[in-house]
């Protein structure tokens, strides 16, 4: 058994292709050893990567290949002569060596070969010549004369099996090469000396001989030492980190340094006063500085700023300086805007969205704000509290922040700005909220918006953009959703099924489609909506079959009573009657499966009570009592699950197949009764296991 | 001057451009000046866009570009943006292995020693749609801040380069305000000669042109005018490749021409979005055929 070390060392990799590419090199040469059969059960391959480091450490191979028996088939046994030279010579053995064996088709000659497995260290270079000229890079380069490719100029490559250095070489042609060495480098200016990697004996003791040359290799240590040092410095000044929106850049902070230091920055005072949406636009998204908050929540004028330089305190205060001054400059844009966006009235600016084309055929997004604003009306009147003339004039207004320099300087904050502005030209909060939230959700873990009237403009928006792109047939097929609809229709869902509003859609879509000048609704669009519902359900970790069995196909409009209805199935089979009641319903349809089968009809679901004994009257009175209310669901399965002990009682205590057919027949009946009933209030017989 | 100071490296403007031509020079670069036409980037000047692709096998080029962004005028009012401002440019083919040591080298010859600092290199893949070119590379921070392109040509005029040349762009203005601690471009120090000894800054030189030329960029320039000399260049440029032996470099002038115009229109803002892409596609066919041209006639030159 041995370890083997894989490295590469080349120019700075972009931070978003890091964690992917450790990952990958790590499943290649799992892939490959594989193959070359020295993987072990115990083989742990873990892939690294830093910005100009990518390495693999894997663990417990095989030194050599196992030994193998090739056995080749020849001719029968009784072949001509000739037929057994021709084979003699192909396999390269004499008749001597050659084994007799029976077969199902008669008795063969086999020519039988052990081979002997080669050495592991042997046969590495080839295979690791093979990742990199296969690597799934998502862009990659050439350099110099060379024609192989990269992400970036690859400088060398460290192959160490056993601790010993490998030989080998890639041909990078135009009469480059680099040959395999076991020499890494440092911090590229702390440390820019080689590192012997030789005598490696395990993965901490790589990262350790890095780490000495101030290289994190490990991404997540990175990441870790990130943000216990960042909270650290940020709880000298009595702060927190945004940790909830630091999540989504943490990896480009951590792909950029190869050895963290974080370093404290200030914001000026004058910018305090912008909106804290936008200050974390421009200091987190752009700059890709660690924003903080106070005590109280209050966004903080203390940001941090990760060095890739060790500490220097000369050094750390010309670095702060820079970057505060750049990010002067990037608050100043922002001011700039924030202060002439306002200098006019919202209003002012819808014109201009007749400029911007929504999309081909669909019009310009000043005719989509002019439809949202008349479906925001039709939809007020289903939500509750809703101030209709409110969501209406938001509708309107929702699409104007696109125009202004803001947004189209931080496109992140569409909505966010044109609540701000909104609010500036003198509208009511409610107009304002309704307009800031209206993109919400973004996607499946976004927030959903608060206010009523926001829930209108936002299913007006999301509305507006599925019956349009239906309309012209531009729908989502496969993995392509390019307008997103698919966003967009769990938006719509979320919005109802958690707002738990009963909305007449069918209807609603109509009103839209008529905003376009569609004659009707495209006809896959509530299938579509319909399914996507499907999804959303199991993704709340509902059984699917539960969720076949509650929503048929042609389910109609109301997503919030299917939403329910999965729901409330899913709670009944999940307690004691459920369950119970299933068990008796298997029964039931596999009693009724056999015997329709063997009388090649369906039985009629009555039952005649004349014939019955106590233990049937028990099921049949229940049963023929039950209200089929498809609404309510809730008390439907109660009253199924009042059927589970008469069923048990039933089948304890009954023979169906009674001598006298009559009474066998009013049996199956009652059977078929239990069936009707429980089909009546879902499809059972999706129900698995 | 006193000796000691011998020794300093001066970061007034054209001290910058002075420490940035011999550096080059002396890695090997010719040192060439600004091309006399309106041009976007330094990238235009024949001597990166053609010379990318050959006859050269070795081609190492360092010079200054004047370049010219219509959209970007400010009146002289933003202390960041202008429509006119320089690239300071270098091209080296092939790449050399040492590439980013050589640039590192060269930001110590401007006195920005790269170990005062923090300096990283980030994603930045770098296309021009109007000249069919892209690369891959990063942008250059120190402190936070973008001071250079670096990149690896791959494709100039939809042609592959071979062998690859490396791409330097330093931004002139933004690297000097940043040696010389100025918060405004006009406040930079030109010269390096005192005020009161007639010594010029940045603003002196410049600050007219910018509010002039912003006028006539956003206000006055004549669009039919512009667009007349558009066709105009589009059609010189066609001709001149259809012709028997097609003339490149004059080609590729009424190319540069034509995107300059391009540029002009849009500022102007008589090019709708839809009309953008358009143009983008008609400046991209004229630079295509000029590369296609000028390797063409390094063929008849080396085979005749």
Same mark, same amino acid.
């Given at each position: 058994?041995?370890?083997?070390?894989?490295? &590469?060392?080349?120019?700075?990799?972009?931070?978003?292709?890091?964690?992917?590419?450790?990952?990958?090199?790590?499943?290649?040469?799992?892939?490959?050893?594989?193959? #070359?059969?020295?993987? $072990?059960?115990?083989?742990?391959?873990?892939?690294?990567?830093?910005?100009?480091?990518?390495?693999?450490?894997?663990?417990?191979? *095989?030194?050599?290949?196992?030994?193998?028996?090739?056995?080749?088939?020849?001719?029968?046994?009784?072949?001509?002569?000739?037929?057994?030279?021709?084979?003699?010579?192909?396999?390269?053995?004499?008749?001597?060596?050659?084994?007799?064996? !029976?077969?199902?088709?008669?008795?063969?000659?086999?020519?039988?070969?052990?081979?002997?497995?080669?050495?592991?260290?042997?046969?590495?270079?080839?295979?690791?010549?093979?990742?990199?000229?296969?690597?799934?890079?998502?862009?990659?380069?050439?350099?110099?004369?060379?024609?192989?490719?990269?992400?970036?100029?690859?400088?060398?490559?460290?192959?160490?099996? =056993?601790?010993?250095?490998?030989?080998?070489?890639?041909?990078?042609?135009?009469?480059?090469?680099?040959?395999?060495?076991?020499?890494?480098?440092?911090?590229?200016?702390?440390?820019?000396?080689?590192?012997?990697?030789?005598?490696?004996?395990?993965?901490?003791?790589?990262?350790?001989?890095?780490?000495?040359?101030?290289?994190?290799?490990?991404?997540?240590?990175? $990441?870790?030492?990130?943000?216990?040092?960042?909270?650290?410095?940020?709880?000298?000044?009595?702060?927190?980190?945004?940790?909830?929106?630091?999540?989504?850049?943490?990896? !480009?902070?951590?792909?950029?340094?190869?050895?963290?230091?974080?370093?404290?920055?200030?914001?000026?005072?004058?910018?305090?006063?912008?909106?804290?949406?936008?200050?974390?636009?421009?200091?987190?998204?752009?700059?890709?500085?660690?924003?903080?908050?106070?005590?109280?929540?209050?966004?903080?004028?203390?940001?941090?700023?990760?060095?890739?330089?060790?500490?220097?305190?000369?050094?750390?205060?010309?670095?702060?300086?820079?970057?505060?001054?750049?990010?002067?400059?990037?608050?100043?844009?922002?001011?700039?805007?924030?202060?002439?966006?306002?200098?006019?009235?919202?209003?002012?600016?819808?014109?201009?969205?007749?400029?911007?084309?929504?999309?081909?055929?669909?019009?310009?997004?000043?005719?989509?704000?002019?439809?949202?604003? *008349?479906?925001?009306?039709?939809?007020?009147?289903?939500?509750?509290?809703?101030?209709?003339?409110?969501?209406?004039?938001?509708?309107?207004?929702?699409?104007?922040?696109?125009?202004?320099?803001?947004?189209?300087?931080?496109?992140?904050?569409?909505?966010?700005?044109?609540?701000?502005?909104?609010?500036?030209?003198?509208?009511?909060?409610?107009?304002?909220?309704?307009?800031?939230?209206?993109?919400?959700?973004?996607?499946?873990?976004?927030?959903?918006?608060?206010?009523?009237?926001?829930?209108?403009?936002?299913?007006?928006?999301?509305?507006?953009?599925?019956?349009?792109?239906?309309?012209?047939?531009?729908?989502?097929?496969?993995?392509?959703?390019?307008?997103?609809?698919?966003?967009?229709? #769990?938006?719509?869902?979320?919005?109802?099924?958690?707002?738990?509003?009963?909305?007449?859609?069918?209807?609603?879509?109509?009103?839209?489609?008529?905003?376009?000048?569609?004659?009707?609704?495209?006809?896959?669009?509530?299938?579509?909506?319909? !399914?996507?519902?499907?999804?959303?359900?199991?993704?709340?970790?509902?059984?699917?079959?539960?969720?076949?069995?509650?929503?048929? !196909?042609?389910?109609?409009?109301?997503?919030? #009573?299917?939403?329910?209805?999965?729901?409330?199935?899913?709670?009944?089979?999940?307690?004691?009657?459920?369950?119970?009641?299933?068990?008796?319903?298997?029964?039931?349809?596999?009693?009724?499966?056999?015997?329709?089968?063997?009388?090649?009809?369906?039985?009629?679901?009555?039952?005649?009570?004349?014939?019955?004994?106590?233990?049937?009257?028990?099921?049949?009175?229940?049963?023929?009592?039950?209200?089929?209310?498809?609404?309510?669901?809730?008390?439907?399965?109660?009253?199924?699950?009042?059927?589970?002990?008469?069923?048990?009682?039933?089948?304890?205590?009954?023979?169906?197949?009674?001598?006298?057919?009559?009474?066998? #027949?009013?049996?199956?009946?009652?059977?078929?009764?239990?069936?009707?009933?429980?089909?009546?209030?879902? =499809? &059972?017989?999706?129900?698995?296991? | 001057?006193?000796?000691?100071?011998?020794?300093?490296?001066?970061?007034?403007?054209?001290?910058?451009?002075?420490?940035?031509?011999?550096?080059?020079?002396?890695?090997?670069?010719?040192?060439?000046?600004?091309?006399?036409?309106?041009? @976007?980037?330094?990238?235009?000047?024949?001597?990166?866009?053609?010379?990318?692709?050959?006859?050269?096998?070795?081609?190492?080029?360092?010079?200054?570009?004047?370049?010219?962004?219509?959209?970007? @005028?400010?009146? @002289?009012?933003?202390?960041?943006?202008?429509?006119?401002?320089?690239?300071?440019?270098?091209?080296?083919?092939?790449?050399?292995?040492?590439?980013?040591?050589?640039?590192?080298?060269?930001?110590?010859?401007?006195?920005?020693?790269?170990?005062?600092?923090?300096?990283?290199?980030?994603?930045?893949?770098?296309?021009?749609?109007?000249?069919?070119?892209?690369?891959?590379?990063?942008?250059?921070?120190?402190?936070?801040?973008?001071?250079?392109?670096?990149?690896?040509?791959?494709?100039?005029?939809?042609?592959?380069?071979?062998?690859?040349?490396?791409?330097?762009?330093?931004?002139?203005?933004?690297?000097?305000?940043?040696?010389?601690?100025?918060?405004?471009?006009?406040?930079?120090?030109?010269?390096?000669?005192?005020?009161?000894?007639?010594?010029?800054?940045?603003?002196?030189?410049?600050?007219?042109?910018?509010?002039?030329?912003?006028?006539?960029?956003?206000?006055?320039?004549?669009?039919?005018?512009?667009?007349?000399?558009?066709?105009?260049?589009?059609?010189?440029?066609?001709?001149?490749?259809?012709?028997?032996?097609?003339?490149?470099?004059?080609?590729?002038?009424?190319?540069?021409?034509?995107?300059?115009?391009?540029?002009?229109?849009?500022?102007?803002?008589?090019?709708?979005?839809?009309?953008?892409?358009?143009?983008?596609?008609?400046?991209?066919?004229?630079?295509?055929?000029?590369?296609?041209?000028?390797?063409?006639?390094?063929?008849?030159?080396?085979? @005749?």
């Amino acid at each position: 058994m041995a370890d083997l070390v894989i490295e &590469f060392v080349s120019e700075e990799i972009p931070a978003r292709m890091q964690a992917g590419a450790g990952r990958d090199l790590a499943r290649l040469i799992e892939s490959a050893l594989t193959t #070359l059969g020295v993987w $072990h059960d115990d083989s742990v391959a873990t892939g690294l990567c830093a910005p100009r480091h990518l390495l693999a450490y894997v663990t417990n191979i *095989a030194a050599s290949q196992p030994d193998r028996i090739i056995e080749k088939r020849g001719p029968r046994v009784d072949a001509p002569a000739a037929a057994i030279a021709g084979f003699l010579k192909s396999a390269g053995v004499s008749r001597e060596e050659l084994v007799e064996e !029976d077969t199902p088709k008669g008795r063969f000659l086999f020519a039988r070969s052990e081979i002997t497995g080669g050495d592991t260290a042997a046969l590495l270079a080839p295979i690791i010549i093979d990742i990199l000229t296969h690597f799934p890079w998502p862009k990659s380069q050439r350099w110099g004369r060379g024609k192989f490719r990269w992400v970036r100029p690859l400088h060398r490559i460290n192959i160490l099996f =056993d601790g010993r250095p490998l030989a080998g070489a890639l041909d990078l042609g135009g009469g480059d090469a680099i040959t395999f060495g076991a020499t890494s480098c440092g911090h590229y200016f702390e440390a820019p000396d080689d590192i012997d990697l030789t005598g490696i004996t395990s993965l901490d003791d790589v990262k350790a001989r890095m780490r000495a040359g101030y290289v994190m290799l490990d991404q997540d240590e990175r $990441h870790d030492a990130i943000i216990s040092a960042a909270k650290k410095l940020a709880a000298s000044q009595s702060c927190h980190l945004n940790e909830a929106q630091l999540g989504s850049y943490l990896a !480009d902070i951590a792909g950029l340094v190869e050895w963290p230091t974080p370093l404290m920055g200030q914001i000026e005072d004058r910018f305090m006063v912008l909106p804290p949406e936008l200050l974390q636009a421009t200091i987190a998204t752009h700059q890709k500085y660690i924003t903080l908050s106070d005590v109280d929540g209050k966004f903080s004028s203390h940001f941090i700023v990760l060095s890739n330089r060790l500490g220097d305190a000369e050094r750390d205060k010309v670095i702060i300086a820079g970057n505060q001054r750049v990010l002067r400059a990037r608050l100043a844009d922002a001011e700039f805007f924030w202060q002439q966006d306002q200098a006019r009235q919202l209003e002012s600016y819808l014109p201009a969205l007749g400029d911007v084309t929504f999309y081909e055929g669909l019009g310009s997004i000043h005719d989509k704000a002019i439809r949202m604003e *008349a479906l925001a009306g039709a939809i007020a009147p289903h939500m509750p509290s809703a101030n209709p003339k409110a969501a209406s004039r938001a509708a309107r207004f929702a699409k104007a922040d696109l125009v202004t320099g803001m947004v189209a300087e931080f496109p992140e904050l569409q909505g966010i700005m044109g609540g701000y502005y909104a609010a500036a030209s003198g509208e009511d909060k409610a107009v304002c909220d309704a307009i800031t939230a209206h993109y919400r959700p973004q996607g499946p873990a976004d927030d959903l918006p608060a206010t009523p009237e926001a829930m209108v403009v936002a299913l007006a928006d999301k509305i507006d953009t599925l019956v349009g792109f239906f309309g012209i047939d531009a729908k989502p097929t496969g993995s392509k959703d390019p307008f997103a609809l698919r966003r967009a229709a #769990l938006g719509v869902i979320r919005i109802i099924v958690d707002g738990q509003l009963t909305i007449p859609l069918g209807k609603i879509l109509q009103a839209s489609a008529s905003g376009y000048g569609f004659a009707k609704v495209d006809a896959d669009l509530l299938p579509f909506i319909r !399914d996507r519902l499907r999804g959303y359900l199991r993704d709340q970790k509902m059984r699917h079959d539960v969720v076949a069995a509650a929503l048929a !196909d042609d389910d109609g409009d109301d997503i919030y #009573l299917m939403a329910t209805r999965a729901s409330a199935l899913a709670g009944f089979l999940a307690a004691a009657d459920g369950t119970g009641l299933m068990a008796g319903w298997r029964r039931v349809s596999s009693i009724l499966a056999a015997e329709e089968k063997k009388a090649k009809t369906a039985f009629a679901a009555t039952s005649d009570p004349a014939l019955f004994t106590e233990t049937e009257k028990a099921l049949f009175d229940p049963l023929s009592t039950m209200a089929v209310n498809q609404d309510n669901i809730e008390s439907q399965l109660a009253a199924l699950g009042a059927l589970r002990s008469p069923i048990d009682l039933f089948f304890e205590k009954i023979v169906v197949n009674d001598d006298d057919p009559a009474i066998r #027949l009013n049996r199956l009946g009652l059977l078929a009764m239990i069936r009707e009933k429980m089909l009546a209030v879902a =499809d &059972f017989t999706k129900i698995e296991g | 001057m006193p000796t000691s100071q011998s020794d300093e490296i001066r970061t007034d403007f054209q001290s910058i451009i002075l420490n940035l031509q011999r550096h080059w020079a002396k890695q090997g670069a010719v040192v060439l000046q600004p091309y006399d036409m309106e041009v @976007g980037a330094g990238t235009f000047h024949p001597a990166t866009t053609l010379r990318a692709l050959g006859p050269d096998d070795i081609w190492r080029a360092a010079y200054v570009q004047p370049s010219r962004r219509p959209s970007d @005028g400010r009146y @002289g009012e933003n202390p960041n943006r202008m429509q006119h401002f320089y690239q300071f440019q270098v091209i080296f083919k092939p790449s050399p292995a040492e590439s980013q040591a050589l640039y590192l080298d060269s930001l110590k010859a401007i006195g920005l020693d790269p170990d005062k600092h923090d300096i990283r290199f980030v994603e930045d893949d770098w296309e021009s749609p109007t000249l069919g070119a892209w690369g891959l590379g990063w942008e250059v921070w120190c402190d936070g801040m973008e001071i250079s392109q670096f990149t690896y040509f791959q494709q100039v005029g939809g042609i592959e380069c071979n062998p690859v040349p490396l791409e330097l762009t330093y931004g002139l203005e933004r690297l000097a305000m940043y040696i010389q601690g100025v918060e405004n471009v006009y406040d930079l120090d030109w010269d390096g000669v005192p005020a009161a000894e007639g010594g010029k800054t940045y603003g002196d030189i410049f600050k007219r042109a910018e509010v002039e030329f912003s006028g006539w960029n956003f206000e006055h320039a004549d669009t039919d005018m512009l667009l007349g000399h558009f066709r105009d260049a589009e059609i010189e440029c066609g001709r001149l490749l259809g012709l028997e032996t097609p003339l490149a470099l004059p080609a590729y002038d009424q190319c540069m021409k034509a995107s300059h115009l391009f540029n002009m229109l849009d500022a102007r803002g008589v090019i709708s979005v839809t009309e953008r892409a358009a143009y983008i596609g008609r400046v991209r066919n004229l630079a295509k055929g000029c590369c296609e041209a000028w390797m063409g006639i390094t063929e008849t030159t080396t085979n @005749g």
